[in-house]
């Protein structure tokens, strides 16, 4: 079984090493697009990240230092740097060595620049969504970039695993560049609702978090069989059977 994560916009690179760490699969694509990102002038990193002027140059800094080689003395762990609602709900910084090493067999994180990685991959800091229109090579965008080699990854991963079960806690922009009718294993797509307003919705800043506390729960409980997910109760969370499906499950609290 497979989980997989979005990344998050905020990095955070005061970060401990992890003493097994590793290099991202797809680090020769990411340094192509790197090239391309490099190309581009204040204005237009303004214009296609949808920064600010200070954010855009701090993006146009971090890609002229980006370089492969510079990731074994400089990179820090994935699973450690990301911030953001789903890492809070995760809370990496506090899991054993023990449930760090099932997460870098068990997780993975999608990625506009690296592609794939896996928790103990190191990253240099970036700034590049999945849906960023930056065409690389012949390809117009980064799902087109992408999607050939991230579903081939992760077919590949997943028939070496027992069950072969993908979770996908990724968000619908990142879930995009999978290309979900060539796998051929069982997708599960947990989904996550609150109760408002006399009815059962999904709220993004709620969502993202329990996607977080969900791989937190697989993580911590070494889950290995997708039916165990249905125990998941963290902070009010329940499987919610007559609102699911077969793959598409529904966890309420309220």
Do not use: C
């Not at 204005?43 to 920064?51: A, H, I, V």
């Amino acid at each position: 079984m497979i989980a997989l994560l979005s990344p998050a916009k905020t990095l955070d690179f005061d970060v401990r090493n992890l003493e097994q760490a590793t290099l991202p699969v797809f680090l020769n694509q990411a340094s192509a697009i790197a090239e391309e990102m490099r190309t581009l002038g204040l204005s237009q990193l303004e214009q296609l990240l949808n920064l600010s002027y200070k954010l855009a140059s701090q993006a146009a800094h971090s890609y002229a230092q980006w370089r492969t080689e510079e990731h074994v003395s400089q990179g820090k762990p994935a699973i450690l740097v990301y911030r953001g609602n789903v890492y809070q709900g995760l809370q990496a910084d506090d899991l054993s060595a023990q449930e760090l090493d099932f997460a870098q067999r068990h997780l993975r994180v999608l990625s506009g620049l690296y592609g794939v990685l896996r928790p103990f991959d190191l990253i240099l800091p970036y700034r590049l969504e999945m849906a960023t229109k930056l065409g690389v090579a012949e390809n117009k965008d980064l799902y087109q970039f992408w999607t050939g080699s991230i579903t081939a990854h992760l077919q590949q991963l997943l028939a070496g695993e027992r069950s072969g079960i993908l979770i996908n806690l990724a968000s619908d922009e990142y879930a995009k560049a999978i290309g979900f009718r060539n796998l051929k294993t069982r997708v599960i797509q947990p989904v996550f609702q609150e109760y408002s307003q006399g009815k059962y919705k999904v709220i993004s800043m709620y969502a993202k978090r329990a996607r977080g506390l969900m791989t937190r729960f697989i993580i911590k409980n070494a889950i290995t069989v997708a039916e165990d997910l249905k125990l998941f109760d963290s902070e009010g969370y329940h499987y919610m059977e007559p609102l699911s499906d077969v793959n598409r499950w529904i966890f309420t609290r309220g």
